[in-house]
């Protein structure tokens, strides 16, 4: 399996819903569904950058390709706020 931990993170997700992860997936990819179909420009160009096996992202695909996103952020931030206060790296 690909994405132990985007799977491992949608378990949790379900549990701490008190959903089954059936009806978790199947509410993430109706989002999918739904996404994908947006006409907007920028909504397109998400989807396109969103990695996948198939035509449209598993849930899981999905849940490991935000959370890099955000990790990117933070690493982004964290660095401009280092910048900022002139903090150099070796």
């Not at 009806?23 to 989807?47: H, K, N, R, V, Y």
């Amino acid at each position: 399996m690909r994405n132990n931990k985007a799977n491992r993170a949608l378990i949790k997700a379900a549990r701490r819903n008190g959903v089954s992860l059936e009806s978790l997936l199947g509410e993430i990819e109706l989002a999918i569904a739904i996404g994908m179909a947006d006409p907007d420009p920028a909504a397109q160009a998400f989807w396109r950058s969103v990695p996948r096996t198939g035509d449209r992202p598993t849930p899981a695909e999905l849940v490991e390709y935000i959370a890099g996103m955000e990790q990117l952020k933070r690493a982004q931030s964290t660095s401009e706020l280092a910048s900022s206060l002139n903090i150099c790296h070796a």
